[in-house]
């Protein structure tokens, strides 16, 4: 069974930065993608950054320039740098994974995910 494990939030100032840590457990094959969603309050959970299996990423407008997100394959921990953190970037983060790639097109849309980690708050002070 997959398993995904996140770490790394906290509180931070604005102009701050941090980086997310999701450990990843149990698959069978190398063959997946994976991504980071936040869900902020009373917002809907939106798609921040993705890894396709090939290497190939995408952003959100929203932070295009700010996070990098990367992935170190030896230990199968995938990050999320973030830089120049504003109040706004307050959330939720979760680290998500699919079954089995698909299209860059769907990827910072919550449909391709079968896998979900518990989540870890980043919390932004102005």
């Known amino acids: 069974q997959v398993q995904l494990v996140e770490s790394g939030g906290g509180s931070v100032q604005a102009g701050g930065s941090l980086r997310l840590s999701c450990a990843a457990s149990?698959?069978?094959?190398?063959?997946?993608?994976m991504a980071w969603f936040r869900q902020g309050p009373e917002k809907e959970r939106e798609g921040v950054a993705a890894l396709d299996s090939d290497g190939m990423t995408i952003y959100a407008d929203s932070v295009k320039g700010r996070f990098t997100i990367s992935k170190d394959n030896t230990k199968n921990i995938l990050y999320l740098q973030m830089n120049s953190l504003k109040p706004e970037d307050t959330a939720m983060y979760y680290c998500?994974?699919?079954?089995?790639?698909?299209?860059?097109?769907?990827?910072?849309?919550?449909?391709?995910?079968?896998?979900w980690g518990q989540g870890t708050q980043v919390t932004v002070s102005s």
């Open positions: 998500a994974s699919t079954l089995y790639p698909w299209a860059m097109g769907w990827l910072l849309q919550p449909n391709p995910y079968k896998y």
């Open positions: 149990g698959y069978g094959s190398s063959s997946y993608d």
